[in-house]
């Protein structure tokens, strides 16, 4: 399996404009998490899907971020507009329902600059 | 607020040594587990122990819960330069599905 793909890897973008990161699933998994890093904050989770319905949005940390999960293969989180302080690491991390643990796996992340 | 706080925030020892990161949290959880990261990658599972498990062992590595005093600790046994990394401890409540982790320790193996 080729793990949780996320794109592009690093983006480096102008305040103001809008930004997408793109997140694929491991396949059959259907809990899809967003994840902000920054050496401030830590490791924050931002959103989680289950069968690409959000359920939780409540570290999504205002309007300007969105994320969508159009299908299980797919999920994208959005920042419009970009502001100098959402400089980060954003990770999707995935996992299947009803392993008994919590494991989750990773991608590799996007690192986002807002200059 | 951070669930985890691990300590010490970093760590340098040599090969062969021995490596203990110690992580806190506040409420109640599930389970906890303890993840690594590699500089500029994403975070990799290493092991899970659950509320009624006290101490687990997986290769090289054992973990200790303590509920009584909401601690945790992970051992490196006989580390590599190949154990140089963060390592971070993640908590959860069971059925919500979502993880809190810490900030990290920094563990630097020197060859």
């Known amino acids: 399996d080729a793990g949780v793909i996320q794109s592009p890897r690093h983006e480096v973008t102008e305040m103001g404009q809008e930004v997408t990161l793109r997140c694929k699933p491991i396949s059959g998994h259907d809990y899809l998490f967003w994840y902000r890093q920054t050496m401030m904050r830590g490791l924050e989770l931002l959103i989680y899907?289950?069968?690409?319905?959000?359920?939780?949005d409540s570290g999504m940390p205002e309007d300007r971020f969105s994320a969508k999960m159009p299908n299980a293969s797919f999920s994208t989180l959005k920042i419009q507009p970009s502001e100098p302080r959402d400089s980060a690491v954003y990770f999707c991390?995935?996992?299947?329902?009803?392993?008994?643990?919590?494991?989750?796996?990773f991608g590799p992340g996007t690192r986002l600059t807002v200059l | 607020s951070q669930q985890g706080e691990e300590d010490p925030q970093a760590l340098s020892i040599q090969e062969g040594e021995n490596a203990t990161m110690n992580c806190s949290y506040k409420?109640?959880?599930?389970?906890l587990q303890w993840y690594r990261q590699n500089s500029g990658r994403g975070l990799v599972h290493l092991i899970l122990i659950r509320s009624n498990e006290r101490e687990k062992h997986s290769g090289r590595l054992r973990v200790t819960l303590d509920t009584s005093k909401k601690s945790s600790s992970l051992l490196i046994t006989a580390s590599r330069a190949a154990d140089t990394a963060s390592y971070f401890c993640a908590t959860d409540k069971g059925s919500n599905y979502k993880l809190t982790f810490g900030k990290g320790t920094l563990l630097t193996v020197n060859p």
């Open positions: 899907f289950n069968n690409n319905v959000p359920i939780d």
């Open positions: 991390a995935s996992r299947p329902t009803g392993t008994g643990t919590n494991e989750q796996f």
């Open positions: 409420t109640s959880i599930n389970n």
